[in-house]
């Protein structure tokens, strides 16, 4: 795993691990992360990580649109 370093002005009021679930949860969203790597990537396991998604405005069916209206129809 890589280690990336940000510098972040002080007046920013996040802590490392809300950062790391602000980037963790954007990368699950875009589909670049699975759900357990992005829990993996925040420490946490794939529940309590999808279970924090929503405070993020993220949902946790990372499907588009279209690929749950054909598994509605083939159901």
């Given at each position: ?34 759900l ?9 396991t794939k529940r ?6 929503g ?8 499907s ?12």
């Amino acid at each position: 795993m890589r280690t990336i370093t940000l510098n972040i002005p002080d007046t920013f009021d996040l802590s490392e691990k809300e950062i790391s679930m602000l980037v963790a949860s954007k990368l699950y969203e875009q589909g670049k992360l699975s759900l357990g790597q992005a829990a993996e990537l925040v420490g946490m396991t794939k529940r309590t990580f999808a279970e924090k998604l929503g405070r993020y405005n993220v949902s946790i069916f990372n499907s588009p649109h279209s690929d749950i209206s054909s598994d509605v129809k083939n159901a």
